[in-house]
């Protein structure tokens, strides 16, 4: 794809992004752009310079259309020359700019950064002033566990700043490569999940000799906190709620064919299912300095549906399927939980009273938020079970 071309998906992104509503804009967003996060980039990029009051898309976009057609590469500078620096390899890139491990060489000493450049198809006094924001809201940042900046400045009429130069690997890759456990990379920021209220619950059955249908509801509290806070503060809480249906049915006057079924609705509600991993995704709101992240309650929605069958008193069968899904909120991990499917039939036989034993076949499925990862398992097990029961006193 051209870089005119480029600019043309990104324009429309744009637009269409106006006329969403607001409620559901970021989802659509994040739909659209995929697993093409530098384009996400570009398009938030457009609408953080809208909201600054930048004109981006009339008479501004002729220039800026002009200046993203120059089809230099990030790394086509690295070995030159700004100011006292010299870039030496590209680091990573972002919608504004590239970040670069730099030199600075000078008669006394030699010192390593990280060099972030604005990128020069942007170099307008709009992407300066937020180019320059970011820069002060580095500089108010003090803390052992964030990279200190330097210096900063124009050099060849391009804006830059340094910050320390870290040697390492991302975080995100550190705690995948170790399948680092969602509270352990919480307690990598000192913040601490708490529940200061009982979930509350009702619950109401109806019944009769044709079988029952139940209705619940739940609410709850669940808050984290940053013990101790510095120069952010992570801490938050969101509600929780859910609401359940279901019950069973006598599709039969015999009963031996009964319908047992259930759906559940709600938010932050995951830990009452067995699949789903986290109550709480996390939210990103890096234009808050103070609070780069926050929490959201994650919506979820499960269902199962079987049907128990007696072929007679010593062979019982059940068939059925469940799921479960959960809408994933932007900050979530690519490999997070999105949607499970399980389905199931067996044969049982009780030949005499206190033994069982049969086969079932079972399917599984998993589908992640966004590496595009699905797995489906299908798996076939035996099993015998003899229940142990002795009545001690009383009278026979």
């Given at each position: 794809m051209t870089t005119s071309d480029r600019w043309l998906q990104i324009k429309e992104l744009f637009r269409l992004y106006e006329v969403q509503p607001p409620a559901s804009r970021e989802r659509?967003?994040?739909?659209?752009?995929?697993?093409?996060?530098?384009?996400?980039?570009?398009v938030r990029d457009l609408l953080a310079a809208k909201d600054d009051g930048s004109d981006v898309l009339d008479d501004g976009a002729i220039g800026l259309l002009r200046r993203m057609s120059s089809d230099v590469p990030a790394s086509g500078l690295v070995g030159r020359r700004f100011g006292a620096y010299r870039l030496v390899k590209l680091l990573g890139e972002g919608g504004m700019g590239s970040v670069y491990l730099a030199e600075r060489e000078q008669e006394d000493f030699a010192q390593r950064v990280a060099f972030k450049l604005i990128r020069g198809d942007f170099v307008d006094?709009?992407?300066?002033?937020?180019?320059?924001?970011?820069?002060?809201?580095?500089?108010?940042?003090?803390?052992?566990?964030?990279?200190q900046l330097h210096d900063?400045?124009?050099?060849?009429?391009?804006?830059?700043?340094?910050?320390?130069?870290?040697?390492?690997?991302?975080?995100?890759?550190y705690c995948d490569d170790r399948n680092v456990g969602l509270r352990a990379r919480i307690e990598l920021a000192n913040v601490k999940p708490h529940f200061p209220w009982p979930d509350i619950s009702a619950h109401y059955l109806y019944g009769g000799d044709w079988g029952h249908v139940q209705l619940g509801g739940i609410w709850r509290m669940i808050r984290w906190d940053q013990v101790p806070t510095d120069t952010f503060d992570l801490s938050g809480h969101v509600t929780g709620w859910g609401v359940s249906l279901g019950g069973f049915w006598n599709v039969t006057s015999d009963k031996n064919n009964v319908l047992r079924w259930q759906a559940n609705y709600g938010d932050g509600?995951?830990?009452?299912?067995?699949?789903?991993?986290?109550?709480?995704?996390?939210?990103?709101?890096?234009?808050?300095?103070?609070?780069?992240?926050?929490?959201?309650?994650?919506?979820?929605?499960?269902?199962?549906?079987?049907?128990?069958?007696?072929?007679?008193?010593q062979f019982t069968s059940a068939l059925g399927w469940s799921m479960v899904n959960v809408t994933n909120s932007d900050g979530q991990a690519d490999n997070a939980f999105h949607n499970g499917q399980y389905a199931s039939t067996n044969l049982l036989w009780t030949p005499v009273p206190n033994v069982m034993m049969g086969g079932e076949l079972q399917y599984s499925r998993r589908a992640n938020f966004r590496n595009d990862f699905d797995f489906n398992d299908f798996k076939l097990q035996f099993s015998f079970k003899y229940s142990f029961s002795q009545k001690f006193g009383g009278t026979q």
């Amino acid at each position: 794809m051209t870089t005119s071309d480029r600019w043309l998906q990104i324009k429309e992104l744009f637009r269409l992004y106006e006329v969403q509503p607001p409620a559901s804009r970021e989802r659509w967003l994040l739909e659209q752009c995929g697993d093409d996060r530098e384009l996400l980039l570009e398009v938030r990029d457009l609408l953080a310079a809208k909201d600054d009051g930048s004109d981006v898309l009339d008479d501004g976009a002729i220039g800026l259309l002009r200046r993203m057609s120059s089809d230099v590469p990030a790394s086509g500078l690295v070995g030159r020359r700004f100011g006292a620096y010299r870039l030496v390899k590209l680091l990573g890139e972002g919608g504004m700019g590239s970040v670069y491990l730099a030199e600075r060489e000078q008669e006394d000493f030699a010192q390593r950064v990280a060099f972030k450049l604005i990128r020069g198809d942007f170099v307008d006094p709009g992407m300066r002033e937020r180019f320059m924001r970011e820069r002060n809201i580095l500089a108010r940042l003090s803390h052992p566990h964030i990279a200190q900046l330097h210096d900063g400045g124009i050099a060849d009429g391009v804006p830059f700043f340094t910050l320390e130069y870290v040697e390492g690997e991302a975080i995100t890759r550190y705690c995948d490569d170790r399948n680092v456990g969602l509270r352990a990379r919480i307690e990598l920021a000192n913040v601490k999940p708490h529940f200061p209220w009982p979930d509350i619950s009702a619950h109401y059955l109806y019944g009769g000799d044709w079988g029952h249908v139940q209705l619940g509801g739940i609410w709850r509290m669940i808050r984290w906190d940053q013990v101790p806070t510095d120069t952010f503060d992570l801490s938050g809480h969101v509600t929780g709620w859910g609401v359940s249906l279901g019950g069973f049915w006598n599709v039969t006057s015999d009963k031996n064919n009964v319908l047992r079924w259930q759906a559940n609705y709600g938010d932050g509600i995951q830990n009452y299912f067995n699949d789903a991993p986290v109550d709480v995704g996390v939210e990103n709101q890096f234009i808050n300095a103070r609070t780069p992240i926050t929490g959201e309650a994650l919506p979820i929605f499960g269902a199962v549906l079987y049907l128990d069958h007696a072929w007679d008193k010593q062979f019982t069968s059940a068939l059925g399927w469940s799921m479960v899904n959960v809408t994933n909120s932007d900050g979530q991990a690519d490999n997070a939980f999105h949607n499970g499917q399980y389905a199931s039939t067996n044969l049982l036989w009780t030949p005499v009273p206190n033994v069982m034993m049969g086969g079932e076949l079972q399917y599984s499925r998993r589908a992640n938020f966004r590496n595009d990862f699905d797995f489906n398992d299908f798996k076939l097990q035996f099993s015998f079970k003899y229940s142990f029961s002795q009545k001690f006193g009383g009278t026979q």
